[in-house]
T-cell receptor, first 113, second 113 residues
Framework: ELKVEQNPLFLSMQEGKNYTIYCNYS?????LYWYRQDPGKSLESLFV?????AVKQEGRLMASLDTKARLSTLHITAAVHDLSATYFC?????????????FGKGTHLIIQP | ETGVTQSPTHLIKTRGQQVTLRCSSQ?????VSWYQQALGQGPQFIFQ???????GRGNFPPRFSGLQFPNYSSELNVNALELDDSALYLC????????????FGDGTRLSIL
């Protein structure tokens, strides 16, 4: 059974600081996704990581994937209040497109002025 | 481009009742996936439909069932509702059964009293 673990589950940080969210998964995966969710809202796709060593950046967010370590990171640079949200990583099992995505429990991020 | 739309946005039911939730796929997408997101948790995969057939299912009992129509819209039906069914139900469409959804609908918030 594929398991996805995120840490930390809760993070409070100050504006201007840097931090990293970690996502570990238990079995071989074809793809890894990062989503953002604002309170009461749906999921917004941030990144799709397809191969070992993949790195993608959008604004103050950068995601990377190490398939050998079964680890993805989401790095936040010089955080701003607008990035406050819950961030989920989700993993697609190898060859298992029809099995859906397995999500972590999410990291609830609060960025304070 | 029309996104994924879900209806209703909110619904209140009582234990033992039955409910039907609806989803219209993004234009050009022939595959729909449904997820259940309990409060404070990550989404959990319920099932996926492709060309009107269920082709993947998560760990949910048979009282969770679905339909996909020729226009690729979809329904999620839940019978014999239980208190634990209270959750946000998310629908997402994709361009094929091996392509994971990038775009989720806004969800239906189901409350069971």
């Amino acid at each position: 059974e594929l398991k996805v673990e995120q840490n930390p589950l809760f993070l409070s940080m100050q504006e201007g600081k840097n931090y990293t969210i970690y996502c570990n998964y238990s079995t071989t995966s074809d793809r890894l996704y990062w989503y953002r969710q604002d309170p009461g809202k749906s999921l917004e796709s941030l990144f799709v990581l397809l191969s070992n060593g993949a790195v993608k950046q959008e604004g103050r967010l950068m995601a990377s994937l190490d398939t050998k370590a079964r680890l993805s990171t989401l790095h936040i640079t010089a955080a701003v209040h607008d990035l406050s949200a819950t961030y989920f990583c989700a993993v697609e099992k190898s060859g298992g497109g029809a099995d859906g995505l397995t999500f972590g429990k999410g990291t609830h991020l609060i960025i304070q002025p | 481009e029309t996104g994924v739309t879900q209806s209703p946005t909110h619904l209140i039911k009582t234990r033992g009742q039955q409910v039907t939730l609806r989803c219209s796929s993004q234009s050009g997408h022939n595959t729909v996936s449904w997820y259940q997101q309990a409060l404070g948790q990550g989404p959990q995969f319920i099932f996926q439909y492709y060309r009107e057939e269920e082709n993947g299912r998560g760990n949910f009992p048979p009282r969770f069932s679905g339909l996909q129509f020729p226009n690729y819209s979809s329904e999620l039906n839940v019978n014999a509702l239980e208190l634990d069914d209270s959750a946000l139900y998310l629908c997402a469409s994709s361009s094929g059964p091996l392509n994971q959804p990038q775009h989720f609908g806004d969800g239906t918030r189901l409350s069971i009293l």
